[in-house]
């Protein structure tokens, strides 16, 4: 049996053939250029992860315009069939839209005003998680392939996003998983060890990794310039989890509160000075000058599958109920006020708003 | 090493009684039953399947055999790939997959995977319908699927060899012989497929997007070896014992959007049983000893779980009208799985009486009970009771009113209990009562058989987050499923040609009838991946040395999302099947052609799976001294 299959497993190592990246020529025809209006904006994207092993991801816009919510924009918008299998992340950088899309191993690239599909990038992602940018270098976490027991295949990925190639990639055994740019560095929770990452976009090289207790989730960044991570309990009982503050000068952790059943979810107001997270049950806010968390409401009947931040600092809290039905949002306000619940796609996870 | 004390009891258990049986003298011929607890089913729907169906399918999986043949629905993860059954509204794991009375359900998953069971060497295949758990022991709620070998006591010298090649780069070789006196009999099995599996595939259809790919990173290959030895003494008593070694690997078929592979699976499994039957004076009896071996590799991570079997079986007519048959079936299971936090052993032991009473020439009835004890695991006592009333019956007809009410289980799976993270010890078997009633008519050549079903699994096992991204297994829902099964067939006679037409229909309801969380919405609604209708209608034909069949399928719509908010469309195929046999003297050579989906319809059993469209296979074998 050993030499029966080699054919085939050979196959299967061969490197990925470019399929859908077919970029959209529409713009190609000539004449003057008008700007695009701008279609998706003052409102709240939902970004829907979809089904396991099913071609279900699809994102919703909350339009606070007409208070309506529009489901799979990207299908309606491009005329396709489907957006693809596990979106995690949508980031925006500008005029450009990048959604990250788990299990197809790919990035489909938007307009992110009309959401027009303007190609996909297949930069040999293995199960791409976050990404973020600077300037026109793209940086996307990829948490690889369960493989002897363990994920193989970890890594950050450096792309070139006007060309789509992918520049260098750095090794992320340490199951790279949120990333962010501040202040011209790249800040990354590796799940793996429980630190926070530093990758120095001039050179492409880690910097430094900063220990945290607990698994790391988001990591959003205050008025002031410091960096707040949330960071989780799963499997770390007994260690210091909740929230980190770090200076993104020295890289050192300045101030730890602890979070009892804190999970991965943070999000960060406006005018940067109020932090929002999920522990256990209750949604709590803190501010980033000091102080105690504050528990401003509880979720009833369903647990936060995604925390996101809109208009006035509005609240919307995703809901995967059975991650093989529609799921929903709950909208809260500033003060964790329930404003509404409406209708999403399968196991909204995130939420970006565009104002 | 040490030999737990139960192995020691199954032992001691088997070798007195198969010493002791030799002593009786009366020449009585063994009665093997195909279903080996058939005759315990009064009331009970049980199909057979045809030998020249199951012909026509020695190339396929038992997947493609149920779901050509049955109305009974397979979830297909594309072409050879993970296939698993739901039959009657339930799940997976509601179906008990027998091979020689060996429940060979993977003890991980709970599930078998039809897809990777080749027909090759399957000499029977029996669909039980309904909960039969009484006979079966766990598992066997939404029904069971029999595979059985016997021997044939046939003489001499036979073989066999088979090539075939099909579309999207399929081959397949089977090489088999069996030899035999009477007293002895030997078969053995070897076969080999493989297929690069680049079927076409249309994304965006009817799009302005629209294009066709042809499917990569889902090929697969397989082999197995398969040895069946009997030995006769006598003519009232014979050993038996089957051997069969199956290999697979998998591309995995990524959806339908997917051009990334999407890791690799080897599936290994190792079955040997070992029996002792016996008909004498005193009864019937059997013993059987066996053993199981599974590895599942996924992208080389691997499940490996071992069972040894051993089961009693002591049978004997109080009376006239009365046959009891007494039994035991012992497990002994162990598995060394990285996520199970250390080696499990379990011992799963099982006793059951079976009696059936003839109440009258009219009136057949059965009355079985089972009780199963599982290490640290309470399961419930399973009854069974059911009678086939004859309201008349002659040589040119017959008509027959059955009804059945049983209850079933089935025991959590080893990841259910011990998966880690999420394993729930504290789960309860799940629960089932189920009943049915059914009207069978016969006239000259037509048949008709007509079924009505209502089964309450409660205590359904559904895996729910919980804390964080841990998921854990929960008794979480309560099932109902329903419905109505008709069976209908002709034979006739055209000038020279021998044929058989029929219909085999199902309407299946299976709803979900409480809340799995606070706030679940879906209560009422059908269950995912249960098409209400499906169906097939069939022709067989026979002409001298040519055999044909037309088989038409129909699958209807199946609900994708548990709130019904989304479905995969209703489909129909069309498979061709056309043989030609020569003969001369011992020496006898086939063709065979199949053309299958011949509509080219696209489908999917499992959402963005597709299966593959228009496919032909061509076959060709030689075979001597066998049919």
């Not at chain 1, 002897?148 to 070139?160: E, I």
């Not at chain 2, 051997?243 to 995995?252: D, N, Y």
């Not at chain 2, 079986?313 to 936090?341: L, S």
């Not at chain 2, 908010?565 to 069309?574: D, E, K």
Request: hydrophobic share 35%; proline share 4%.
């Amino acid at each position: 049996m050993k030499h029966f299959f080699k054919q085939s497993q050979l196959f299967y190592l061969l490197l990925l053939i470019p399929f859908l990246n077919a970029c959209n020529d529409d713009d190609d025809q000539g004449g003057p250029q008008i700007p695009p209006e701008d279609i998706y904006s003052n409102g709240v994207f939902v970004v829907n992860e979809g089904q396991f092993g099913t071609e279900t991801s699809s994102l919703s816009f909350f339009d606070y315009e007409t208070g309506g919510v529009e489901e799979n924009v990207f299908q309606e918008v491009n005329n396709r069939e489907v957006l693809g299998n596990t979106l995690q992340h949508y980031y925006i950088d500008g005029d450009n839209g990048y959604l990250v899309i788990s299990s197809s191993a790919i990035i489909q690239k938007v307009n992110a005003l009309t959401l027009e599909d303007q190609g996909t990038i297949m930069g040999d992602f293995d199960n791409p998680r976050y990404m973020t940018s600077i300037g026109n270098k793209g940086y996307i976490t990829n948490f690889g392939t369960f493989v002897d027991g363990g994920f193989q295949g970890a890594k950050v990925s450096v792309v070139d996003l006007v060309s789509g190639e992918v520049l260098t990639e750095l090794d992320g055994d340490n199951a790279p998983d949120y990333i962010m740019a501040h202040e011209g560095q790249i800040f990354i929770s590796n799940t793996g060890n429980n630190t926070i990452g530093v990758i120095d976009p001039e050179s492409d090289a880690y910097v430094t990794q900063i220990p945290v207790d607990g698994v790391p989730g988001k990591i959003v960044a205050d008025q002031a310039g410091y960096l707040w991570v949330i960071t989780a309990a799963f499997g770390a009982e007994g260690q210091e989890t909740g929230l980190y503050r770090i200076n993104p000068t020295n890289f050192e952790v300045d101030d730890v509160v602890a979070v009892e059943g804190a999970g991965k979810h943070l999000v960060i107001n406006e005018s940067k000075d109020i932090v929002y997270f999920v522990a256990g049950s209750e949604v709590f806010r803190k501010s980033t000058a000091g102080g105690q968390p504050e528990a401003i409401t509880t979720l009833s009947g369903f647990s936060a599958y995604g925390l996101g931040i809109g208009k006035d600092d509005e609240l919307f809290v995703g809901d995967a109920t059975d991650f093989s039905s529609n799921g929903f949002v709950h909208r809260f306000s500033a003060n964790g006020d329930f404003i509404e619940q409406f209708s999403a796609g399968i196991a909204p996870n995130g939420f970006i708003f565009r104002p | 090493m040490k030999i737990p004390y139960r192995v020691l009891l199954f032992l001691l258990l088997i070798f007195p009684v198969t010493i002791w049986a030799q002593d009786t003298l009366k020449l009585e011929e063994v009665t093997i039953y195909g279903i080996p607890m058939e005759k315990y089913s009064a009331g009970s729907k049980i199909m057979k399947i045809a030998p020249e169906v199951l012909r026509k399918h020695r190339e396929a999986s038992l997947a493609t055999l149920l779901a050509m043949e049955t109305p009974v629905y397979f979830r297909g993860r594309g072409n050879g790939m993970l296939s698993t059954i739901s039959f009657r509204g339930t799940d997976p794991s509601h179906t008990a997959l027998l091979w020689n009375g060996i429940n060979i359900n993977s003890f991980s998953l709970g599930q078998a995977d039809f897809a990777a069971v080749p027909m090759a060497g399957i000499q029977q295949v029996a669909v039980h319908y309904g909960p039969s758990a009484a006979l079966y022991g766990s598992d066997a709620i939404g029904g069971s699927i029999h595979l059985t070998n016997e021997p044939l006591w046939t003489e001499g010298i036979s073989m066999g060899l088979r090539g075939s090649y099909g579309s999207f780069g399929y081959q397949g070789l089977q090489l088999n012989g069996s030899y035999g006196n009477g007293k002895w009999e030997g078969r053995s099995l070897y076969y080999r497929n493989k297929a690069d599996n680049n079927f076409p595939i249309t994304l965006n259809a009817g799009r302005p997007s629209e294009q066709t790919y042809r499917r990569d990173h889902a090929s697969f290959a397989q082999q197995g070896f398969q040895q069946d030895i009997y030995y006769r003494p006598s003519s009232n008593r014979y050993f038996s014992l089957n051997a069969w070694h199956s290999e697979m690997e998998r591309q995995i078929q990524p959806t339908d959007f997917s051009r990334q592979p999407n890791g690799f699976q080897e599936d290994q499994s190792t079955r040997v049983v070992a029996a002792y039957h016996h008909h004498g004076q005193a009864g019937y009896f059997q013993t059987r000893a066996g053993y199981v071996h599974d590895i599942i590799r996924f992208n080389n991570s691997a499940t490996p779980i071992s069972r040894m079997i051993g089961a009693f079986r002591y049978e004997n007519a109080i009376n006239d009208n009365i046959t009891a048959k007494f039994g035991t079936d012992y497990q002994y299971i162990t598995a060394d799985v990285p996520n199970y936090g250390g080696a499990i052993a379990e011992h799963r032991t099982d006793f059951f009486l079976l009696l059936t009473w003839d109440v009258s020439p009219r009136l057949h009835t059965s009355f079985n009970l089972r009780q199963a004890f599982v290490t640290g695991f309470q399961a419930p006592l399973a009854p069974s009771i059911g009678s086939i009333f004859t309201f008349y019956h002659t040589d040119m007809t017959s008509l027959q009113w059955k009804a059945n009410i049983s209850r079933s289980y089935r025991v959590p799976t080893l990841n259910d209990r011990f998966w880690q993270p999420g394993g729930n010890p504290e789960l309860l078997p799940e629960d089932a009562w189920g009943a049915e009633t059914g009207l069978v008519y016969q006239l000259q050549k037509f048949s008709a058989e007509l079924t009505a079903f209502t089964n309450y699994v409660d205590n359904w096992i559904a895996w729910r987050p919980v804390a964080g991204n841990v998921w854990q297994p929960m008794n979480v829902q309560e099932v109902h499923s329903r419905g109505i099964e008709a069976l209908v067939s002709q034979n006739f006679t055209l000038g020279e040609v021998n044929m058989k037409t029929g219909l085999n229909y199902a309407y299946t309801r299976s709803t979900q009838e409480t809340p799995r969380f606070s706030g679940d919405a879906n209560v009422g609604n059908q269950l995912i991946y249960v098409p209400e209708h499906s169906g097939l209608a069939f022709l067989h034909a026979r002409f001298r040395q040519w055999n044909g069949q037309l088989n038409y399928n129909r699958v209807g719509d199946r609900f994708t999302q548990f709130d019904n908010s989304r479905s995969l469309p209703a489909y129909s195929l069309v498979d061709i099947a056309l043989e030609y046999d020569v003969k001369w003297l011992a020496h006898g050579l086939d063709i065979a052609l199949q053309a299958n989906n011949i509509l080219d319809q696209p489908y999917q059993n499992f959402l963005h799976n597709s299966m593959p469209g228009r496919n032909f296979l061509l076959s060709l074998r030689y075979h001597f001294n066998q049919n």
